[in-house]
């Protein structure tokens, strides 16, 4: 998502950052259309294959740049650029200096050590960021968003948003996303919602002919849509003026690419890297002033710092967590959720309320017409054969009410009708007015009738009269409480009714509008069945078991919302309607919203508001939706889920998106992003933890020490074995116990776990400073440290390789003991994976000192008694490491 | 075990040793009262001031309703 602070600019005519687009665009508006076609090169019936692929060729794909890939290049750059490797750079040049050009032995193995080790970590990043980016573009090809196009030789065809080049002919129906800078070239009714681009909310009107006024801001031109925006009702035939960067849009993308809204996860990741960036800051100084005035050699003590500052730097949580999440997506992916935006996942499995919409995920989404009665509820021929000319002639957004007529019309044998009548015009859908018309002329007798359907109440409004055997009476006070009872009784068992109204030889005078929909004759009304699905209410009460309040928010009308739910399962005594929501202040709402799970007879707006309420007061929230009057709920709520078969901008709008819309497919997803963020906060709290564990390690062996506890080359080697034990996390799984509640990102918990738990490797490490100073290596070495005879360099070389092998144990067992809140490997076993790497990680790491390796960069192999020390204090490490978790479950009721 | 002349050495690491350990077993009984629904922070003050009577203490201190922000 792009931040939009300056977007005002880029519209504006005189900035001169985009002046070229912003010029060819008022030139569009101000040129007749078909003048503006002949330019183009296109006619109306848009242009033929042949030339679309070379426009296709010469303009290049309709993608905004900052959508594209990293090319390979900036994939090596990002993965080999570090602070890992730019100290071991560091290291290489001086070990250059030292140990070959200055020096009489010529001995290179500490530099091409070192330069192995800067290729091996590089390489091991880039591999794996590598799989995850191709997982997360992979899984964004299974989410198609089209656009219907004309292709002179194929007639109308639904082509990828991202094969729309300069001069197609483009058509535009409400819920359509604008697919490009477009120039109107017929249009009727069309509202466009530029929202992405102004900041303003309500849709504005634009038409189809040239205009000569004078325009101060792009988005004010009246026959120009912006790709950006979408339709929010009508219809429109439309000129592509241009594409990919050279729209408005791409110039305010590409002008601020990068600058990236900040969410609850980043936010929670940067404040981790800044705390460990202020443990550097004072770190570094610190140790390096201590090592240097204490030993002497300032060189060693920079290095040393450096290297310390380098082992605290959690140089592979991009990488730990870009994997995290696309292995987490690839998951998903599998359990037919598709994740757009992989910061979504981790508000996924924090999502503690979901909000739905109820046609499709509670409903079975199969509408069936049950009855087309007339006033009196007799069944009637002519109520359907109304509708089924609204629904076949309308070219808006065809609904699953209008295909039910369509298929039962079908049927019917209604199909004649088509020949036999032609249309004039329509006045399109809109979730205010709640009812649509279209204006057909019979061909044979030559009269012309508005046939209007829509919900009962709206409609009712409109009717003057009701029709009954070909008879017109006064819609009387006794018939529309005839009416609305019949209504409520069809409601009260689930079904939805809509009615149908007709006017004949309405004034033809210009082009229809809302206006026109007066002094109607109602016919009747038609009944429709959407009956729950089997799996709605285990799936509710599976969610609910997991922590996720199940909310209803639907723009049907109060009975059937209650019928529908009560089947479910859901409590129905209180439901709050849309026109309650207005009359309450913001406060009353949150605390209404908080208490109710029914909401019915919403407007786009109110269900947008409803969700903000429930966002206001701590709560996660997630807003399932697939119609245009979601999306402003969408974008309102922390995570936006849609499905395959939504609407464009519905598709847009969504975070995640379902290829079968069942609340039982969105469980098993909530699932997987729960596991996902703890495995990345697992990460990280180990990691900075242990960080904050070692920084008091270091510091003591500065001040006390009368040399490097070790050596940076070590400080490395341990760091990089760790860090590919890590690489395993990704694949380790949670306890199930985790799973089933919510996860918030909470940056102070990783903060007080830091510091609970971090102290407890350095009681160990400073242990093994004794053991090894004291008893280890002066048994070793024949006397204690600095005593006459005892070898100073075996002493040291020991005691590094003492440190290392302890430090590398207990930070590698530490994974399995924050991992779960139970006994590791007796109550909670890690992953496979896991398991394997750092079992590897550790028994190369006890080995290294006994190898060439080893003694290249100074340690030596530790006698036979230095491993019942070892094994003991692990041992104690992990007794102590348990009593301080329990502790702290018991103060905070959380391990994770 | 063998200190030689390193006697600075041996006092520091003993002691920060000790201190470490000192301040994680305090733990305890602040958590301890603080399920008795006491102040974490001060308790573990105490505790780490006055480790083995602060234990004594936290397992025979009754339970007190807990102050706001504190769950029992």
Known sequence: MMVMSKKESYLRVDDGDSPMIAEKLFEASRQEAEALLHEMGVSRHGLSSLEAANRLESFGMNIISHEKPDSLLKRLLKAFVNPFTVVLFILALVSLFT??????????????LICSMVLLSGMLRFVQESRSNKAAEKLKELVHTTAMVERGDEGTIEIPLGNIVPGDIVNISAGDLIPA???????????????????????????????????????????????????????????????????????????????????????????????????????????????????????????????????????????????????????????????????????????????????????????????????????DKRVLRHAFLNSHFQTGLKNLMDVAILAHSEEEGFEALMQKFVKVDEIPFDFNRRRMSVVVRDNTTGKTQMITKGAVEEMLSVCSFAEYEGQHEPLSEELMIKIHDTVDKMNSQGMRVIAVAQKDDPPATGEFSVKDENGMVLMGYLAFLDPPKDTAASAIKSLNEDGIVVKVLTGDNEAIARCICRQVGMETDKILLGSDIDSMDEATLQQQAAEINIYAKLTPQQKARIVRALRSTDHTVGFMGDGINDAAAMREADVAISVDSAVDIAKESADIILLEKDLKVLGEGVIEGRKTFGNIIKYIKMTASSNFGNMFSVVTASAFLPFLPMLPIQILVLNFIYDISCTAIPWDHMDPEYIKKPRKWDASSIGRFMVWIGPTSSVFDVTTYIIMFFIICPAACGGPFGAPGVNQVLFISLFNAGWFVESLWSQTLVIHMIRTPKIPFLQSRAAAPLLFLTTVSI??????????????????????????????????????????????IRRYSELL | MQIGGNLITAFGLFGVCGLMLLALLATWPSTKAYQKGRNFRKWYIFSFLLFPVALIASFFISSEPAESGVKK
């Open chain 1, 99 to 112: 140990d070959v050009i200055f020096s009489n032995e010529k001995n290179p193995r500490s530099v091409i």
């Open chain 1, 843 to 888: 028994t190369v790491g006890t080995l290294i000192p006994y190898t060439s390796f080893g003694k290249a960069i100074g340690m030596s192999g530790m006698p036979a008694m230095y491993f019942p020390w070892l094994i003991g204090m692990i041992l104690c490490y992990m007794a102590l490491a348990t009593f301080l978790k329990i502790m702290y």
């Open chain 1, 181 to 379: 800078d477009i120039r109107l070239v017929e249009s009727k009714d069309l509202f466009i919602n530029q929202s992405t681009l102004t900041g303003e909310s309500e849709p504005v009107e634009k038409f189809h002919a040239a205009s000569s006024q004078h325009y101060s801001t792009l988005t004010d031109l009246p026959n120009i849509a912006f790709m950006g925006s979408y339709a929010v009702s009508g219809t429109a035939v439309a000129v592509v003026l241009s594409t990919g960067d050279m729209t408005c849009f791409g110039s305010m993308a590409r002008a601020i690419t990068g600058k990236h809204v900040v969410t609850s996860f980043d936010k929670g990741i940067n404040e981790v890297s800044w705390v460990l960036v202020r443990f550097i800051i004072f770190m570094v100084p610190v140790v390096f002033f201590i090592n240097g005035f204490t030993k002497g050699n300032w060189l060693e003590a920079f290095l040393f710092a450096l290297s310390v500052a380098v082992g605290i730097t959690p140089e592979m949580l991009p990488m730990i967590v870009t994997t995290n999440l696309a292995k987490g997506a690839v998951a998903m992916a599998r359990k037919k959720t598709v994740v757009k935006h992989l910061d979504a996942m981790q508000n996924f499995g924090a999502m503690d309320i979901l909000c739905t919409d109820k046609t499709g995920t509670i409903t079975q989404n199969r509408v069936v017409l049950e009855y087309h009665w007339n006033v009196y509820m007799e069944d």
